[in-house]
């Protein structure tokens, strides 16, 4: 924008399109039928390798490849997300909000 105004003397665009397009690691795509998404919830309330592994495969279309999705889950978390002390208070106020107060 500002390169356009400096050599062109006008304004190189009018619109911005801004997408929710997310890649991995590996710069790929990040898809539920790929294996290769992580549920946010699971870092904040913590998550042993295996359930991981177990919430990645179950969406994936190509069943071929959930092993290859397993060991590349296993080698990039090879240790459990723990819960910090903000998570459990998070957790409370979940555990709250779902009894139905307002």
């Known amino acids: 924008m500002m390169m ?3 050599f062109q003397h006008e304004v190189p665009f009018r ?3 801004i997408h929710a397009l997310v890649r991995d690691g590996k710069g790929a795509k990040m898809s539920k ?6 549920d946010p919830l699971d870092i ?7 359930a991981l592994i ?3 495969i179950e969406s994936i279309t190509n069943k071929a490849e959930a092993a290859k999705v397993a060991a590349d889950t ?3 978390f090879p240790r459990e997300f723990p819960r910090s002390e903000q ?3 998070v957790s409370s106020w979940r555990r ?3 009894k139905g107060a307002t």
């Open 4 to 6: 356009g105004l400096h």
């Open 44 to 50: 904040i309330d913590g998550v042993t390798p295996d």
């Open 54 to 56: 177990a919430k990645r």
């Open 74 to 76: 296993r080698r990039e």
């Open 87 to 89: 998570t459990r208070s």
């Open 15 to 17: 619109e911005v399109y």
């Open 96 to 98: 709250w909000r779902r």
């Open 33 to 38: 039928s790929k294996g290769n998404v992580m």
